[in-house]
C-alpha cells in the first residue's frame, strides 16, 4: 500500500499583495512550497508527491525541487480555479498508476510548518477508521453574524474543532467523493473534508497545532519567519 500526498499550491496569493504567488516567496532563502515539499520529503512512510500548481509554475517547481533534492515529487499538475477542482486534477494523475486501496494524503503547500508527528497521526487515524483530518481545538469565542457588524449569538467553542490538513481518504473513496460531487453539481467545497460532509460522509480527528499555519497573510509570512527561529525553552514541558 502506497501513501501519496497531494499538495494543492494553485492559489495566486492576492492577499499577500505581492508580485509572485505567496508559495514561491522566499523566507530564508528557501520558497515557502519547499518547505511544505521537504517535510513530506523527510516523513519514511510518504511513497510520493504530487503537486497542483499555478498555471505557468510548473517548470520553476521541478528546477527548485531539483535544486532541494526532493525526489519524491513525481507529479506535478496544473491547479484548478477552486481548491476542490485542483484536488481532482493531482487525484486523476496519480490515479493511473496507483491502487483503489492507496492512501491520499490531501496537503495545503503553503503549511509549510506541518510536523512529522502530525503527518504520522494522520495516517495512523487513517488506518484506523478510514479517513482522518487534522484539526484543533476552538479557545476562542466564535460569533455568528451576517453582517461581521454585530451578533447576539455565540456557538459553545467546546464543541467546535478548527481544521487544519493534511486530510488521508484512500484513493477510491476520494475519486468516488469526486466523482459523486460531479453528478451533483457540488463544485466549489473549501477542502476535502467538506466535501465528504456534503455527501453525508463523517469525519474523523487527527492530531493538529496551532504552529501548523496556513500562509495567506503578509502577518502569517511574519509568524512564520518566527516560528523557523523559535527555540523552545528548556523549562518549557
Not at 77 to 101: C, M, P, Y
Not at 229 to 235: F, L, Q, R, V
Request: aromatic content about 8%; glycine content about 6%.
Amino acid at each position: 500500500m502506497a501513501n501519496i500526498a497531494i499538495l494543492t499550491a494553485g492559489g495566486i496569493g492576492s492577499r499577500t499583495h505581492q508580485d509572485i504567488p505567496k508559495q514561491f516567496l522566499n523566507v530564508d532563502n528557501k520558497p515557502i512550497i519547499i518547505y511544505t515539499l521537504e517535510a513530506f520529503q523527510q516523513h519514511p512512510n510518504i511513497d510520493e508527491i504530487c503537486v497542483a500548481i499555478l498555471e505557468g509554475w510548473d517548470q520553476i517547481l521541478w528546477a527548485y525541487a531539483k535544486q532541494f533534492n526532493i525526489t519524491k515529487l513525481k507529479y506535478v499538475v496544473t491547479g484548478g480555479a477552486t481548491g476542490q477542482e485542483s484536488i481532482f486534477n493531482g487525484l486523476k494523475a496519480i490515479r493511473e498508476n496507483h491502487k483503489d486501496d492507496d492512501v491520499v494524503i490531501v496537503h495545503d503547500g503553503n503549511r509549510p510548518m506541518v510536523s512529522q508527528d502530525i503527518i504520522t497521526d494522520n495516517l495512523v487515524k487513517q488506518k484506523q477508521y478510514g479517513s482522518a483530518v487534522a484539526t484543533i481545538p476552538c479557545t476562542e469565542v466564535v460569533f455568528v453574524s451576517e453582517n461581521k457588524m454585530d451578533s447576539d449569538k455565540s456557538i459553545p467553542r467546546e464543541n467546535l474543532q478548527r481544521t487544519q490538513t493534511p486530510h488521508s481518504y484512500r484513493l477510491s473513496d476520494l475519486w468516488d467523493a469526486h466523482m459523486r460531487a460531479k453528478e451533483l453539481g457540488i463544485t466549489n467545497t473549501a477542502a476535502s473534508c467538506s466535501l465528504m460532509e456534503a455527501l453525508g460522509k463523517k469525519t474523523y480527528f487527527s492530531k493538529g497545532s496551532e504552529k501548523n499555519l496556513k500562509i495567506t497573510t503578509v502577518e502569517d509570512i511574519e509568524i512564520f519567519k518566527a516560528l523557523l527561529s523559535a527555540k523552545k525553552e528548556e523549562w518549557i514541558k
